[in-house]
């Protein structure tokens, strides 16, 4: 019953989201997909899905959740709650959500993409990923002799930090292991990063682009950034995914959603054959090479109403990974200079990157996908361009966020060792 009243919820909730957004004008400019994030964290917080025993949390070691069977066996030896085996029950659900959402998604959100522009896009993000990587360095070796003597073994949160921050979660947790991180310092780190993490999202997701455009220039693609009537209409997607939808764009987009799932089928038949490390990097390389590629054909970029079909699997993401934040963290800090410390690698390198493109004259759209893809994962790439309303930095930002996946972990343990030596 709790299966099926969860992917009910999590895929019915953006329906009612989008219908509201057409009816009422002032909802549809707050935006779905802000509605859809707070939705999610008002879900997560207010009762409704239990907390985490802390039993349970040193088992995960930044897992989502564990087998079923152990967890079964843990609660009859009374290591576990009724209510973490309802919590582990849940998480199962919402991972495999997010696990199945982004891959639909991402083909969809390509099928309609002009390529020129996106390759054009793509080149000058490049010098803003270099500089991301720096503001990044900076701030986490600042942070370390900053904080070496006041946090357990701040060299390996160093290395941690500097592989969650260029590759995301996956690198944490291949980090933990490679470093031989302590259970609780690790889930310590991981539970400030999503904290803080909610709050970075929101900001981009809301806020961000209008403060950033008054001190860097503003996302113009050399001139062919949105310049007609329709392409605006389209970056508005998900609010328009309801308006003039019809039998006769219903079987060309259903078609195109056969294709996106071929394309995930593919995506994940390749990553099997590789080791677990690499799998989460091939789906997404595979995925958005075969999404480009299907771009290319007139058959397929013509259809209507895939990119706005798209973000509405991002809004389910959207809602599912909001439900998973506990704010409650926030106001049980046990490590206060391990939360400053995240709060400087996160906060204090974006502001230096800011700093950097105000030099460079990198623009606020390249600037804040950058950071996004490095810091959140690639995942997080088409929810902030859906709020920026700018698809052209889809594929950069995809790509910046493989590339962090790619070099996170020898990022990691280079930096790590290095601090170590001094």
């Known amino acids: 019953?709790?299966?099926?009243?969860?992917?009910?919820?999590?895929?019915?909730?953006?329906?009612?989201?989008?219908?509201?957004?057409?009816?009422?004008?002032?909802?549809?400019?707050?935006?779905?997909?802000?509605?859809?994030?707070?939705?999610?964290?008002?879900?997560?917080?207010i009762g409704i899905i239990p907390r985490a025993s802390d039993a349970f949390r040193n088992l995960l070691s930044g897992k989502t959740f564990i087998n079923e069977v152990e967890a079964l066996e843990l609660y009859e030896q009374g290591v576990l709650k009724q209510s973490d085996l309802l919590l582990n029950q849940i998480s199962?659900?919402?991972?495999?959500?997010?696990?199945?959402?982004?891959?639909?998604?991402?083909?969809?959100?390509?099928?309609?993409?002009?390529?020129?522009?996106?390759i054009n896009t793509l080149k000058k993000s490049l010098f803003s990923t270099f500089i991301a990587i720096l503001s990044l360095v900076i701030c986490v070796v600042t942070g370390f002799f900053f904080f070496r003597h006041s946090i357990p073994e701040a060299w390996k949160v160093s290395g941690m930090m500097m592989g969650l921050y260029t590759g995301g979660t996956p690198n944490l947790a291949a980090l933990g292991t490679a470093l031989n991180v302590q259970p609780n310092l690790f889930i310590m780190t991981h539970t400030y990063d999503l904290v803080i993490g909610v709050m970075l999202l929101?900001?981009?997701?809301?806020?961000?682009?209008?403060?950033?455009?008054?001190?860097?220039?503003?996302?113009?693609?050399?001139g062919?950034?949105?310049?007609?009537?329709?392409?605006?209409?389209?970056?508005?997607?998900?609010?328009?995914?309801?308006?003039?939808?019809?039998?006769?764009?219903?079987?060309?987009?259903?078609?195109?959603?056969?294709?996106?799932?071929?394309?995930?089928?593919?995506?994940?038949?390749?990553s099997m054959l590789l080791p677990s490390e690499y799998q989460m990097a091939v789906v997404i390389l595979t995925i958005t090479a075969l999404g480009i590629?299907?771009?290319?054909?007139?058959?397929?970029?013509?259809?209507?109403?895939?990119?706005?079909l798209g973000m509405y699997f991002i809004l389910v993401f959207?809602?599912?990974?909001?439900?998973?934040?506990?704010?409650?963290?926030?106001?049980?800090?046990?490590?206060?200079d391990l939360f400053l410390y995240v709060l400087l690698a996160v906060m204090g390198s974006m502001l230096v990157h800011l700093i950097f493109s105000a030099i460079f004259k990198i623009d606020t759209d390249t600037t804040?996908?950058?950071?996004?893809?490095?810091?959140?994962?690639?995942?997080?790439?088409?929810?902030?361009a859906g709020a920026l309303k700018n698809k052209e930095i889809i594929v950069s930002g995809i790509t910046i966020g493989v590339f962090g996946y790619a070099i996170g972990n020898f990022l990691g343990v280079f930096f790590a060792y290095l601090l170590k030596s001094l």
Not at 7 to 27: A, G, N, R, V
Not at 230 to 241: F, M, T, V
Not at 254 to 262: E, I, N
Not at 295 to 308: C, R
Request: hydrophobic share 50%; with cysteine.
């Open 92 to 118: 199962s659900i919402q991972d495999l959500i997010m696990t199945i959402v982004i891959p639909l998604s991402i083909p969809l959100l390509l099928f309609s993409l002009n390529i020129k522009s996106s």
């Open 1 to 45: 019953m709790t299966t099926i009243a969860l992917f009910l919820f999590y895929f019915l909730t953006p329906f009612l989201i989008l219908f509201l957004c057409k009816k009422s004008k002032t909802i549809k400019k707050i935006g779905a997909i802000i509605i859809a994030y707070l939705t999610g964290i008002l879900f997560g917080n």
């Open 318 to 336: 959207s809602l599912t990974v909001s439900s998973m934040a506990d704010l409650r963290t926030i106001f049980h800090i046990e490590l206060f």
């Open 224 to 270: 062919d950034h949105k310049k007609t009537k329709d392409i605006i209409k389209e970056s508005e997607a998900p609010d328009n995914l309801l308006e003039n939808f019809s039998r006769k764009n219903s079987w060309p987009l259903a078609k195109a959603f056969g294709l996106s799932v071929l394309i995930f089928g593919i995506g994940g038949g390749l």
């Open 293 to 308: 590629i299907a771009a290319l054909i007139p058959g397929v970029n013509k259809i209507e109403k895939t990119f706005e």
């Open 202 to 222: 929101l900001f981009f997701i809301t806020v961000a682009q209008r403060i950033f455009n008054i001190f860097l220039p503003h996302f113009n693609g050399k």
């Open 368 to 384: 804040i996908i950058t950071i996004t893809a490095l810091s959140m994962s690639p995942p997080f790439v088409p929810v902030v």
